[in-house]
């Protein structure tokens, strides 16, 4: 993954596993040597059906974060 980008991109059964994203898997990326520019996101199980609304209001978030650096 040399020189790649990567959106750290989790699903979990519950919520008390998000942390998971930032404690292991973006340290895992960037140990295989992938960027990773934003935040992860986490997708709760059981919110599946509403995949589309939260991934735009990720990549909404997301572009607003780079318009402002």
């Keep these: 993954m040399s020189g790649k ?3 750290p991109l989790m699903m979990g059964g519950s919520l008390q596993h998000f942390l998971a994203l930032d404690v292991h898997l973006r340290p895992l990326l ?3 040597g992938a960027t990773c520019l934003t935040p992860g ?3 709760v ?3 599946l059906e509403q995949l589309d ?4 209001t990720y ?7 780079f318009a402002r650096a």
């Design 5 to 7: 980008l990567a959106v």
């Design 30 to 32: 960037v140990e295989l």
């Design 41 to 43: 996101l986490y997708v």
């Design 45 to 47: 199980e059981t919110e």
């Design 53 to 56: 609304a939260q991934l735009a």
């Design 59 to 65: 990549v909404t978030t997301v572009r607003a974060a």
